[in-house]
């Protein structure tokens, strides 16, 4: 069974303390990177942070779980990838440059989403190097906001 709160997380106790707080606070970066051997949570880690980040009532860095929002996002998880205002890929199915390309425009162009829009990479050590470096390229014009 997979958790979606904070409090039902074991371990890794800075790590988690850090991650409400920065919710609780709006001072989260735009992109995190959880790293990790496997079943040390990173995923169901960001699968927190990614509710939390869109949920229309969060209290003290925890998502409600019961507004629209909260509701469209776990069945996404729970299923297709894609919800109301979060989206989770398996980047390790991305092989070639133009697949690298239409996600890059899909997530670096102004969406008209209300409140956050959160993506959530998986497996994305298994990009090639081209496909990296065209990642890599697209965050390095980011402005810092």
């Known amino acids: 069974m997979r958790i979606y709160r904070f409090s039902d997380l074991v371990g890794n106790k800075v ?9 609780a606070n709006n001072t989260l970066k735009n992109f995190l990177i959880f790293s990790g051997v496997m079943g040390t949570g990173k995923s169901t880690s960001a699968e927190i942070v990614g509710l939390s980040l869109t949920c229309e009532n969060p209290v003290e860095g925890e998502a409600c779980l019961e507004c629209s929002s909260c509701k469209s996002n776990l069945k996404a998880l729970r299923g297709s990838g894609t919800g109301l205002n979060l989206v989770k890929k398996n980047i390790a199915r991305l092989k070639s440059k133009d697949d690298m390309n239409e996600l890059v425009n899909e997530v670096f162009t102004l969406q008209g989403a209300v409140g956050n829009l959160v993506y959530i990479f998986e497996e994305i050590q298994e990009l090639s190097q081209s496909n990296q470096n ?11 906001n």
Do not use: N, Q
């Open 15 to 23: 790590t988690v303390s850090m991650l409400k707080r920065g919710l």
């Open 134 to 144: 065209v990642l890599l390229d697209e965050l390095d014009r980011l402005s810092e």
